[in-house]
């Protein structure tokens, strides 16, 4: 300690980063540094980097990330088809949005099915394998650079889905998807139609047009 204040000896845990500051540094010019607590960073996976480039999106276009992330599910994203009747289709509906924000369903009448509704039910992002996971911050991506929004580069965005990709191979075979609450394809589907068996309803005939081979319930 002396009349200009308290000297603070610091080790790098980089040491060739620090000496190349200090290379570059000129003499008699005045240096600011600041200490802050360590925290561990949580890393970025592909789910929360979508999210936020719909947070950041949306804030130029004035809208909600949460409609934005629906807009982008239904416009890129994954879905299969039910045919259900009118009572199922309302409790499927509400059970099947309580998985999640990005969850969303839709009544659809390409086809005509008797007096069964064909609903459209999408699978949240958390859910995605690596191409779907991929299409889907492509998209986003470029709405970004159209707004001036800076983004990852390709190799970091690569690398990103890679991992993606790993740990939703990892999480499929133990019944789990990154980023979810350990329920699994199966699980998903069948927590969705409990209402219907709980009331004794059947959902029955199934048919799929979205990615994916068909299931029963």
Request: proline share 4%.
């Amino acid at each position: 300690m002396d009349a200009a204040g308290t000297w603070l000896r610091i080790k790098a845990d980089v040491p060739y980063k620090a000496q190349m500051f200090l290379e570059h540094m000129i003499p008699g010019k005045k240096y600011v540094a600041e200490i802050k607590e360590f925290r561990k960073k949580r890393s970025l996976d592909s789910n929360n980097y979508f999210w936020q480039l719909c947070d950041q999106i949306a804030g130029k276009l004035g809208r909600t990330k949460e409609d934005l992330y629906v807009e982008y599910i239904k416009e890129v994203g994954v879905f299969k088809d039910f045919h259900l009747s009118r009572d199922e289709a309302a409790t499927f509906r509400t059970a099947w949005s309580m998985l999640g924000t990005g969850w969303p369903t839709e009544e659809v009448d390409y086809q005509q099915d008797g007096d069964n509704l064909v609903i459209r039910a999408y699978y949240g992002s958390s859910r995605y394998n690596a191409k779907q996971m991929g299409r889907i911050i492509d998209r986003a991506v470029e709405d970004a650079k159209d707004l001036g929004i800076e983004t990852l580069t390709p190799d970091e965005l690569a690398r990103m889905n890679l991992e993606w990709g790993e740990r939703a191979a990892q999480a499929d075979e133990g019944h789990q998807y990154p980023g979810g609450d350990q329920t699994g394809r199966l699980g998903a589907r069948r927590r969705a139609l409990r209402p219907l068996r709980e009331t004794g309803q059947s959902v029955v005939p199934l048919h799929f047009t979205g990615a994916g081979r068909p299931w029963t319930a």
